[in-house]
């Protein structure tokens, strides 16, 4: 049986804190709602671009009619100011990672993505690491404000794409912290905690995640784990 495996992006794939993605957030605070903010003293891991654009917002006392209303100006800047600054990625690819995403691809399995980064902002990362092919569908952080609503967005995404129904039950959800583990665990698919990014592998242990892994630099034992989970 064909299992969807959802991957996330920063801290799971690639190194955390593309600094071009963070200056992004200052680059459409100021361009957009005229305000010297950033994301200083914010933490992003496991949150989504949608609440990265609007807590700081917030924070600074802006109503949240204001917030919303631009929020799409918002992201259209984000994503030209990445896509026009971003260089090249391959050196932040994860260890292991590529013979774990070829160990899956070869098993047959269908990979995704579930990533709080803007759609335009994770291709255009991915094809800077030398992975966009590796990935089909996904669900992305203009979706919601919350991790686990992206859950079944990319579940659906899954469903198009294959033309069968994906059950959360044959979904493997892999991220870096316990938001990740909560999202999965919230829609009923399996869940892999690798500690990788800002989260401690304790962390993802209370977090009870099925699976959880130091790092995928032993690429044949963090496989093997992934592929225990299959459906
Ligand atoms: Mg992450």
Known sequence: METLYLFDIDGTLLRAGTAVHRESFAHAYR??????LSLD???????????????????????????WEKMPEAFTEMQAYTEQHLGD?????????????DGLRADGHVLGLLTGNLSRIAWAKLR???????????????????????????????THLTGRPVPPEHAV?????????????????????????PATLESLIEARADVVLESFEDSRRALGELLGLAA
């Open 41 to 67: 003293g914010i933490p992003a891991g496991g949150r989504t671009d949608t609440w990265l654009v609007a807590e700081p917002l917030r924070r600074s006392g802006l109503d949240d009619d204001a917030i």
């Open 31 to 36: 361009a957009v709602y005229g305000l010297p």
């Open 89 to 101: 990625l391959r050196h932040c690819v994860l260890p292991g990672v590529r013979d774990v995403l």
């Open 128 to 158: 800077h690491a030398g992975l966009s092919g590796y990935f089909q569908v996904g669900g992305f952080g203009e979706e919601s404000e919350v991790r686990s609503h992206l859950v079944p967005v990319a579940l659906a995404a899954a």
């Open 173 to 197: 959800l892999v991220g870096d912290t316990p938001l990740d583990v909560e999202a999965g665990k919230s829609h009923g698919t399996k869940t892999v905690g690798v500690a990788t990014g």
